[in-house]
């Protein structure tokens, strides 16, 4: 008889060959330190005897165990439920999701704002609602905006990283192609009914780069385009708690701006921020929002609570003093670091070298993955060490010093 099924385990022999098989490895709580257990497969999980620090969270601020933040998911979880119960648009929207929408809308500087059940489910709900026919996608823009794009069935057309001149030649390119296509169409401009939409991350997680948002923006308003910004690694750490496109002051030049719940506030979701207009179409269309059970009361209200520690405690500044901390302290032991933002790629390159690294620091019980290819370009394998508020100046010594012993064990310093 045929066999019309699917050779899993050759698949996964050929993962673990080429050294990207990967496993999941618990932890007892989210924070700056915890006791981690090996890959156990489908068995129980056995916690280690020694607690590590942690290096390679999101949680940037240091928010997950914050008393403040954790009383807040308690007291939404009793008042109003554990979970929304089904989609906000039949019984799941409840006052804590719209005090959530309110401080992040305020927060963003805009009319409104809509949380999502993921920052994935707000990218493709967002982007396939917007119906684009052409998107100017940076090339190392998250998953996400790249499965979106592929749903909304729109032209794709990629400029290089954080190059705003090879997205204006881009946007040069096609506007030719456009103006051809009809002649009608004022010279110089796109054709009259055709949409697009210019999509970047603003702190990109693997390169911790940052995207030249102003000049971004100033090649879209040549071309009337719409300027779409993820900013899931910013939220919470710039301005006001806000992200880049508040630190640049370019809310009046941004149509959306999107972020995610789970990295700096401590919780779980996607948003949306953007005009009236813009959170109506996507109440009534995107589809990840509509056919989705609602964001969690506890989730919602922990973000919120979080949001407001960002605001208005020195967990902001705590973040910055480590960055630099660490950041002069790896580049004087002669290791390159990438980046311009609380991400910092300690480039290795070989592959193998990286994972040896890896497997270094954590023996002395320091949490700090490889990221190797193809979630990064071949000869980039690095260490991405990322401190948050909650780290101490001990805890940044003893990252280095790890850092130092190792590189000196495996021959890279």
């Known amino acids: ?38 890959p156990s497969g489908g068995n129980l999980p056995v916690l280690e005897s020694e607690e590590a620090l942690v290096f390679a969270s999101n949680n940037y601020l240091g928010l997950t165990d914050d008393q403040r933040v954790q009383d807040a ?118 054709a009259a009914d055709e949409s697009w939409l ?69 919780s779980q979701g996607g948003y949306v921020a953007g005009s009236n207009e813009l959170i109506e179409l996507l109440v009534n269309d995107a589809r990840s929002f509509v056919f989705s059970t609602g964001l969690t009361p506890p989730a919602a209200a922990t973000a919120s609570e979080a949001l407001h520690v960002s605001r208005h405690s020195d967990a902001r500044e705590k973040l910055w003093e480590n960055v630099a901390h660490l950041r002069d302290g790896l580049e004087a032991l002669g290791l390159d670091i990438l980046g311009d933002s609380q991400i910092l790629p300690v480039i290795i390159g070989d592959r193998r070298d990286a994972l040896d690294l890896a497997a270094g620091l954590r023996e002395r019980e320091i949490v700090a993955p490889a990221i190797r290819p193809p979630t990064v370009p071949e000869g980039t394998s690095r260490i991405r060490i990322v401190p948050t508020a909650a780290h101490d100046e001990a805890d940044i010594v003893t990252c280095l010093e790890a850092f130092q012993t190792v590189g000196n064990e495996v021959g890279l310093l």
Not at 17 to 38: I, Q, T
Not at 216 to 241: K, N, P
């Open 1 to 38: 008889m045929v066999d019309r099924g699917f050779e899993l385990e050759t698949r996964l022999r050929q993962r673990e060959a080429n050294d990207l098989k990967r496993a999941l490895s618990p932890v007892d709580r989210v924070a700056e330190r915890g006791y981690f257990a090996e």
């Open 198 to 266: 210019i999509v970047t991350d603003s702190v990109f997680s693997m390169d911790g780069t940052v995207a030249p948002l102003e000049a971004i923006c100033s090649a879209a308003e040549r071309f009337g385009a719409w300027v779409m910004v993820d900013e899931a690694h910013a939220t919470g750490l710039y301005a006001d708690g806000g992200g880049i496109v508040q630190s640049e002051s370019l809310e009046n030049r941004v149509h959306v701006q999107m972020g995610t719940l789970s990295k700096a506030l401590a």
């Open 73 to 190: 998911a308690r007291q939404a979880a009793a008042t109003v439920g554990t979970g929304a119960g089904a989609s906000r648009l039949v019984t799941g929207d409840t006052l804590v999701h719209h005090d959530l929408e309110r401080l992040l809308a305020e927060t963003k500087r805009t009319e409104r704002a809509l949380t999502f059940s993921s920052g994935y489910a707000a990218n493709v709900g967002t982007i396939t609602a917007l119906e684009p026919d052409v998107i100017f996608s940076d090339e190392l823009n998250h998953a996400s905006i790249i499965d979106a794009s592929r749903l909304s069935d729109a032209e794709v057309v990629i400029y290089d990283h954080c190059d705003a001149g090879d997205l204006r030649a881009k946007l040069t390119a096609r506007s030719e192609r456009a103006s051809e296509s009809a002649p009608s169409a004022e010279a110089g401009s796109p």
